[in-house]
């Protein structure tokens, strides 16, 4: 399956944004999960998704923030962004996955990576 990630942009802090990754194939086959990688930092996982029974989990620094969905009939996930702070500026990844073990957000448990959208959080 291929991804492609959109709807990154400039936003001020404390502003809201919307991620959308699109897919080629069938999302439902996959568990899905967004990642982001800051300036001179690892990548690092931020939300993932079931591919069935849409259950969530996030990182700590996003819990609150952030919702992860998906519309399986649309081969689309999202990422809601809320009260968006400096330090959440990064590139975002969308990416799909196999393995039983997703939702522990390693990223090696992911297959498949969309090309990234950037995200920029500043006044």
């Known amino acids: 399956v291929q991804l492609q990630a959109s709807g990154g942009g400039l936003v001020q802090p404390g502003g809201s944004l919307r991620l959308s990754c699109a897919a080629s194939?069938?999302?439902?086959?996959?568990?899905m999960g967004w990642f982001r990688q800051a300036p001179g930092k690892e990548r690092e996982f931020v939300a993932t998704?079931?591919?069935?029974?849409?259950?969530?989990n996030y990182a700590d620094s996003v819990k609150g923030r952030f919702i992860i969905s998906r519309a399986n009939t649309k081969n689309t996930m999202y990422l809601q962004m809320s009260s968006l702070k400096p330090e959440d500026t990064a590139v975002y990844y969308c990416?799909?996955?196999?393995?039983?073990?997703?939702?522990?957000?390693?990223?090696?448990?992911?297959?498949?990576w969309g090309q990234g959208t950037q995200v920029t959080v500043s006044s």
């Open positions: 990416a799909a996955s196999s393995n039983v073990q997703y939702y522990s957000g390693r990223d090696s448990f992911f297959k498949f």
């Open positions: 194939g069938r999302i439902s086959n996959y568990h």
């Open positions: 998704i079931h591919r069935s029974d849409g259950s969530t």
